[in-house]
């Protein structure tokens, strides 16, 4: 994929809000170690800045 972003969980959920769950549920994840791989977008960029102590973002 051209201008694609890989996003991986790091860490666990337990303990997060209902809007950093539904974060994580949006872009695919929810369990740790899950990788997704999405084209790279401003609205995609908010979803992981809201969770960005829970994943690891490259590229």
Partial sequence: MADAVKITQIK??????????????TLGLGR???STERPDHPTLRGAVRVVEHLVKVEG
């Fill in 12 to 25: 666990s959920a337990n303990g997060a809000s209902p809007r950093q769950r539904d974060a994580l549920r």
């Fill in 32 to 34: 740790i170690g899950r």
